[in-house]
């Protein structure tokens, strides 16, 4: 496929300048896509742009991963309902060395022939002279320009408005279309659909200042059939560190796509080819219970993000939740698991001597109301200690039962479970 058709069939143009089909088919350009650094990682929504910026570097376009360190200190206004906070410089170089790290994981900065770069726009905008800038970028804008983008237009019918702060972020971005343009030839610029009016303000300078033509091209952004937020969950965003959002918690959201998404989302975030996609779609209508295409969402997610021992932790935390081998997990990887299972504590001395009957631990868990419906439970084989079934309601928990020193995992049927954490 050409560039522009690989696009489209995956469902990423929702609007582009007038001739930058033809310029896409016809020459190898230099294209940058801005990412602020709000927070010391990006999340998933930001996988759309980035792993776009990927596949335009595989059809030989160079791209430029701009980290805004210089744009963050004002805030971008778009698709946003009140003022942003605003970060000290100290705040903003440090999550620019998390996103950077992210932002390399998705682009090729070896290859010989179109070298993905990553570049940060506090080198040139911390330094620009206000009353210079004002005079030769500022008089290209007028303010009934400036206040028709929807950016602008949407907070201004709002009570609190908008502070000249980010009102200016306009101009900023600009510029940085204007710079990249001068110093790397840079010709295109891309990003979200609510980056549209900034990105043609950017078009429109480079214009009128150096009689020169470059292009933008935004994506649509994802939602979900449901009506909820794509890339939230209950307990927040789903973000791209591991330490923000462990890895089974990333598979466990790629994992829990609705079937009226997962396609689209297949075409989206993955570089599964057509052929793969149509298989995976077929299976997904002739066998929708066996899930095959969020599977092969999750695993391919997880292992790019994270890479494939995380994957393979991931899948086996999965399995843990419909009876697979528990030990070998860490406290970690177990607390993880079962965060959102009902949990106590228990003394570690309890473990000690002769041991904790397995039918105490049943009542304590919260699985039983009462010793004699815990042997109850026993008999008929609905209990399992870390996976394992119960057979005796003699039982006796010692201290070697304990996972990683931490926990014990108590099961009720199929999916009853409860955790105990052991203090010591």
């Keep these: 496929m050409k560039t522009l058709d690989e696009l489209k069939w995956r469902g990423l143009v929702y609007d582009i300048s007038e001739g930058a089909e033809e310029l896409l088919a016809s020459q190898k350009v230099t294209i940058y896509n801005g990412f602020d650094a709000t927070a010391d990682s990006l999340h998933v929504g930001h996988l759309v742009p980035l792993i776009a910026l990927a596949r335009l570097q595989r059809f030989g376009h160079s791209p430029i991963a701009l980290a805004g360190g210089g744009t963050s200190m004002i805030g971008d206004p778009s698709g946003k309902s009140a003022e942003r906070q605003l970060l000290s410089r100290e705040q903003i170089e440090a999550n620019i060395a998390g996103v950077k790290q992210q932002l390399a994981q998705f682009l090729d900065f070896e290859v010989k022939t179109n070298p993905a770069r990553l570049l940060n726009n506090a080198d040139w905008l911390l330094s620009l002279p206000l009353v210079e800038f004002l005079r030769d970028i500022g008089k290209h804008f007028t303010v009934n320009y400036m206040i028709t983008k929807d950016s602008v237009k949407n907070r201004l019918e709002r009570e609190d408005g908008i502070s000249f702060t980010e009102f200016s972020y306009m101009l900023l971005q600009s510029y940085d279309f204007l710079h990249l343009h001068d110093t790397t030839g840079c010709r295109m610029q891309t990003g979200g659909s609510d980056q549209w009016g900034n990105i043609t303000a950017g078009v429109e300078l480079v214009r009128r200042t150096r009689g020169a033509s470059v292009f933008g091209l ?207």
């Design 218 to 424: 935004v994506y649509p952004l994802i939602t979900k059939s449901d009506g909820t937020k794509f890339g939230k969950t209950e307990s927040g965003a789903v973000w791209l560190s591991p330490a923000r959002t462990s890895p089974y918690r990333f598979y466990q959201f790629w994992l829990n796509t609705l079937d009226k998404d997962v396609v689209h989302y297949l075409k989206v975030f993955t570089f599964f080819d057509q052929p793969t996609i149509d298989e995976l779609a077929a299976a997904l209508a002739n066998h929708p219970e066996g899930r095959s295409a969020q599977r092969a969402l999750a695993r391919e997610m997880t292992r790019m993000m994270h890479g494939e021992s995380a994957l393979a932790r991931a899948e086996q935390a999965s399995a843990v939740l419909f009876g697979a081998e528990i030990s070998g997990l860490s406290s970690a990887d177990i607390q993880e698991i079962f965060a959102d299972v009902p949990s106590n504590s228990l003394p570690a001395g309890r473990l000690e001597g002769d041991g904790l009957p397995l039918v105490e631990a049943l009542v304590i868990s919260g699985l039983a109301k009462s010793k004699a419906e815990a042997r109850r439970s026993i008999d008929e084989g609905g209990i399992s200690l870390n996976n394992r079934r119960c057979s005796n309601a003699s039982q006796v928990i010692r201290s070697s039962d304990v996972l990683d020193g931490a926990y014990l995992v108590l099961r009720k049927g199929r999916k009853n479970y409860s955790l105990l954490q052991v203090m010591r």
